[in-house]
């Protein structure tokens, strides 16, 4: 048998374990692609467990600063209000005096202004620090979720690689043994033929 048509034979044979590798291929996507859309549906599930497990403490938090800090801040400003209100006179006004001399009203406004904005801007900070790390933990506990499930999915992944490419080295096997039976079975025919046309 010339060359070139054991090379055309070769092929045909390579083309077909090829085709069948490719066919499996095909199948083992079409097997698995609905696991990828169920573990998507399950992350996205998951992530929305832990937005709705956050908000309920999000707003206990808020209620205990509300219940907690803000009456003391009050309680605060209506002492330091009484404090700073100056004594009523004979005359019927309210006259601050320092050493002998009258406060302007204005500074005095101011100083309660600057003392309310301090109270409020205590109030806020406490709030946002217990909010911040409120959302911190939950952060933190949703990234571990969303870790543990890309480690799953990495996981199931690898294994239906490494299965596919096991059965591709099983099909190259049978794709070899399959050339190896051609071969032997082309001598045979050939050394038949030789033996009756020697006849």
Known sequence: MPRTQKRHQGGFETEAALARLQQLAREQSDRFGPYA??????????????RGWTAPRLETAAHRVEDT???????????????????????????????????????????????????????????QAAQD???????????????????????????AKDKVAGTGSELKGDAEEAKETTASGAKQAASDLNGRVSQ
């Open 133 to 159: 790390a409120e959302w911190q933990e939950n952060l933190d506990q949703a990234r571990d979720q969303v870790r543990e499930t890309r480690d799953q999915l990495a996981a199931k992944a690898k294994g």
């Open 69 to 127: 800090v803000a009456p003391r801040v009050a309680d605060l400003l209506s002492y330091a209000a009484n404090r700073v209100e100056p004594r009523k006179t004979k005359r019927g006004g309210m006259l601050a005096r320092r050493a002998g001399r009258r406060v302007p009203r204005t500074l005095l406004f101011a100083g309660v202004a600057a003392a309310g904005a301090a109270a409020v801007y205590g109030v806020v900070r406490l709030r």
């Open 37 to 50: 859309d169920l573990a998507r549906a399950n992350a996205a599930e998951r992530f929305l467990q832990a």
